[in-house]
């Protein structure tokens, strides 16, 4: 009896460990570094990174080749530190993609929202990164 409860013990902690889709839609955040002091600085700059301003195109309105990582580091004078740093990665090995505008900022501000110090997420092919840069 004992060894069963255990055994089903181990069996749910193994299952909840290795469930795909959790660890996909998950972000990682940051356990150090610079705290968000709660406004929405992080979000208006990845607002104006992913769909530009101004008639200025998006930091990243293009096609990622395969694999591709594109980065944009953006003064941020409301916030803590003096940049944040966005950076978008193409997980797919073969074929170029685009972003939608929308799509893209809606998952960078589900990380910002659920990471004050700054993480990394994984969705739909694609690995968001945001972090503060001193």
């Not at 959790?22 to 955040?29: F, K, R, W």
Request: proline share 4%; net charge positive; with cysteine.
């Amino acid at each position: 009896m004992k060894f069963s409860g255990t055994l089903a013990s181990c069996m749910i902690l193994l299952a909840s460990v290795i469930n795909p889709s959790q660890a996909q839609d998950d972000p990682t955040c940051y356990g150090s570094g610079n705290l968000w002091s709660g406004d929405q600085a992080p979000a208006y700059r990845a607002g104006r990174a992913y769909k530009g301003y101004d008639g200025i195109k998006g930091a990243f309105q293009v096609v990622f080749a395969p694999g591709e990582n594109k980065r944009a580091c953006i003064n941020n004078p409301s916030g803590v530190g003096s940049h944040i740093r966005f950076e978008i990665r193409n997980l797919n090995r073969h074929t170029p993609f685009n972003l939608n505008d929308d799509d893209c900022y809606k998952k960078l501000k589900i990380l910002i929202d659920l990471c004050k110090r700054g993480g990394v997420r994984e969705n739909a092919g694609w690995k968001f990164t945001y972090v503060t840069l001193l």
